[in-house]
């Protein structure tokens, strides 16, 4: 198990950018898919970003592919989501999320580590 916590979240205009951070606590945290969710109000719990545990093979949603890149420091134990030309409809709760594995895995419930989620809201 790792706990998570994220940070990094807030309120931007649309074309803005912002880095989401996700800090590790726990062992072996280079054996853990590491991706990001988010979820908008009404809506499910969707895939934005996963990294393999030796931070290749990365994985993005079409909706985000070329404004948003997810990155890890396993030396650190964190992972980030740098997101630019935000636009009002990447407004969201994102949660990082782990899951002890080395093939990806798109849907929420299979990651069985979450943080707390962090708001991004952005204005148009």
Same mark, same amino acid.
């Given at each position: ?12 205009? %649309?074309? +803005?950018?912002?880095? @989401?951070?996700?800090? %590790?606590?726990?062992? *072996?945290? *280079?054996?853990?898919?590491?991706? =990001?969710?988010?979820? %908008? #109000? ?7 970003? %996963? ?6 093979? #990365?994985? $993005? ?7 948003? &890149?997810?990155?890890?420091? !396993?030396?650190?134990? /964190?992972?980030?989501?740098?997101? !630019?030309?935000?636009?009002?409809? +990447? /407004?969201?709760? $994102? ?5 002890? *594995?080395?093939? @990806?895995?798109?849907t929420a #419930?299979?990651?069985?580590? =979450?943080?707390?989620? /962090?708001?991004? &809201?952005v204005s148009?």
């Amino acid at each position: 198990q790792v706990q998570l916590v994220e940070s990094g979240g807030g309120l931007v205009q %649309a074309g +803005d950018s912002l880095r @989401l951070s996700c800090a %590790a606590s726990g062992r *072996s945290f *280079s054996s853990y898919y590491m991706a =990001w969710f988010r979820q %908008a #109000p009404g809506a499910e719990r969707e895939l934005v970003a %996963a990294i393999s545990g030796d931070g290749g093979s #990365p994985y $993005y949603a079409d909706s985000i592919k070329g404004r948003f &890149t997810i990155s890890r420091d !396993n030396a650190k134990n /964190t992972v980030a989501l740098r997101m !630019n030309s935000l636009k009002p409809e +990447d /407004t969201a709760v $994102y949660y990082c999320a782990a899951r002890r *594995s080395l093939r @990806l895995v798109i849907t929420a #419930p299979l990651y069985d580590n =979450w943080g707390q989620g /962090t708001q991004v &809201t952005v204005s148009s």
